[in-house]
């Protein structure tokens, strides 16, 4: 697994307010993109994960910072970086930067837990589980 995922988006029209700004609400939706996209990768989609497995995954915690606004055409970059795994969490850092000059706009801790079909946690499965160290230094 690489130590940083980054998935790019284009900022469009409906993601900004009058001013041609980013609404802050849709920096979680960036991150979620990026999150789901980091999961694809590794061959654990979300409706895979679901249909098959009865699984899913649920933001537990989350702290965000935001730096500065991205405006309406911003090409941008959202990165997830695993920090640290148990059975049945996973802690991630995301960050939002603009393309054009790699400037930070938003940084966030996030954690995520697996639940079961009941929405009770459980253990992530182990062929999950083997593709993630249990910490990575950053």
């Known amino acids: 697994m690489d130590k940083n995922f980054i998935w790019p988006i284009q900022v469009y029209y409906e993601d900004t307010d009058a001013g041609g700004v980013v ?3 849709k920096y979680l939706n960036f991150m ?3 999150r789901t996209e980091w999961l694809r990768k590794m061959g654990f ?3 895979k994960l679901a249909t098959e497995k ?3 995954f649920a933001v537990t915690a989350m702290d965000v910072k935001f730096l500065a606004p991205a405006r309406l055409d911003d ?4 990165s997830v ?3 640290k795994r148990g059975r049945a969490s996973i802690n991630l850092r ?3 930067e603009r393309e054009a000059d790699d400037s930070v706009l938003v940084r966030a801790s996030v954690k995520i837990a697996m639940l079961n079909d009941k929405f009770k946690p459980t253990r992530m499965p ?3 589980l083997s593709l993630l160290p249990e910490s990575m230094t950053l």
């Open 23 to 25: 609404y802050h609400s």
């Open 32 to 34: 979620e993109r990026a």
């Open 45 to 47: 989609g979300q409706r």
């Open 54 to 56: 009865g699984l899913v």
């Open 75 to 78: 090409k941008i970059k959202v």
């Open 81 to 83: 970086t695993l920090v």
């Open 94 to 96: 995301q960050k939002i």
């Open 126 to 128: 182990q062929e999950f």
